[in-house]
């Protein structure tokens, strides 16, 4: 039973395009995040959302928006592509809420290339 | 805004021996929590241990501790009785009380050798 999935795993497309990034929970949880590492593994969070509201919007270009259609999904569309997101992308999720002690549960990430 | 610093980009120990690994922090909260995450080859973020920065008592789980010293602002990961299986990029990462983001150091690949 996968706690928390992502697909696709690998993403490979051209500069310009749009692509989109799911994620899904199937632990409860009512809390979402987003985190990008790049090349050199550093690991940044972009986006949290809460009960399906958003919390956290790091400096992330506007070309990045997350949707939560539900507490169980976060997905994440990605227009007009650029060689430098090309990365990994994790989402993870934790609960209850966003303070204390409790653990985040991440993807198995999802690897985007753009050529 | 908070920080992390992890000053050893490679660490490398013999199986069954204790490596040490460091992470400094940088805040102006009081209440936080610190965890140490492990990412092996396959990617997946595992989380290793966890310290509330009110406990004084350092965490244990099994052959993994940390030495938290919330003054100097430290919390070091050691590993005792290394096995290969250990062998991967660590992480260690600062949480608020308030939004719950994690911030991330740099990481430490640690080489375990036979």
């Known amino acids: 039973d996968t706690a928390v999935s992502q697909t696709p795993k690998y993403l490979v497309t051209q500069m310009g395009n749009d692509k989109s990034i799911k994620c899904e929970q199937n632990?409860?949880?009512?809390?979402m995040y987003w985190y990008k590492q790049d090349s050199k593994k550093f690991l940044k969070i972009m986006f949290s959302y809460n009960n399906k509201e958003l919390i956290i919007n790091e400096t992330v270009p506007n070309r990045f928006s997350p949707k939560s259609p539900d507490k169980a999904h976060l997905n994440l569309h990605i227009n007009s592509l650029e060689l430098g997101d090309s990365a990994v992308y994790f989402c993870a999720s934790s609960h209850p809420g966003t303070g204390g002690f409790n653990e985040q549960f991440f993807g198995p990430g999802t690897r985007l290339t753009v050529l | 805004a908070q920080t992390v610093t992890q000053s050893q980009p490679e660490m490398s120990v013999q199986e069954a021996e204790t490596v040490t690994l460091s992470c400094t922090y940088d805040t102006s909260e009081s209440d936080y929590y610190l965890f140490w995450y492990k990412q092996p080859p396959s990617r997946q973020m595992i989380l290793v241990i966890r310290?509330?920065?009110?406990?004084?008592q350092n965490a244990t789980e099994n052959r993994f501790s940390v030495n938290f010293q919330k003054a100097a602002k430290s919390f070091s990961l050691k590993i005792s009785d290394s096995q290969l299986g250990d062998a991967a990029m660590y992480f260690c990462?600062?949480?608020?009380?308030?939004?719950?983001?994690?911030?991330f150091g740099q990481g430490t690949i640690l080489t375990v050798h036979p």
């Open positions: 310290q509330e920065a009110y406990k004084q």
């Open positions: 990462a600062y949480k608020d009380t308030s939004y719950g983001k994690l911030t």
């Open positions: 632990l409860g949880h009512d809390t």
